[in-house]
């Protein structure tokens, strides 16, 4: 093989090799996708999930909602074989009751610590690191 068959079939495989690493990864961002949910339970709070009106859609990889008194949103993954991440997370920075803001910190928090989820009996369950249920959403009414 000469140096220059040699250097085309290297490019051919590195891109044979990207185009499936980007297919990986648009999988796995959309596990979620087209899907809209209401928090209906959590692990911290006394506040009752339901009161809060805190929210979460997902679409093209993209994670949005309400999370109490302000909208949020960023990125996740989550891939069929139940991992799941938050990245690059902003929120609008109105204030609100005392209650409310509350809820919204224990959100945000539960939130950006979750690493896995499953969705079962028509709920989404977001899991912490330790495999213990942290945020629990019901669908949300259309």
Known sequence: MTRATQLLSSSVCGLILMAALVGCAHTATTALDETRWTLAGWSISSQHAKDTGITAAFSNGKITGHSGVNTYGGTYAATTAGT??????????????????????????LLEQSVSYKTRDGRLTLYDQGGNESLIFEPANK
């Open 84 to 109: 799941f991440s938050v990245a690059s997370l902003y929120m609008t920075e109105m204030a609100g009751p005392e209650p409310l803001m509350r809820a919204e910190r224990a959100y945000m928090t």
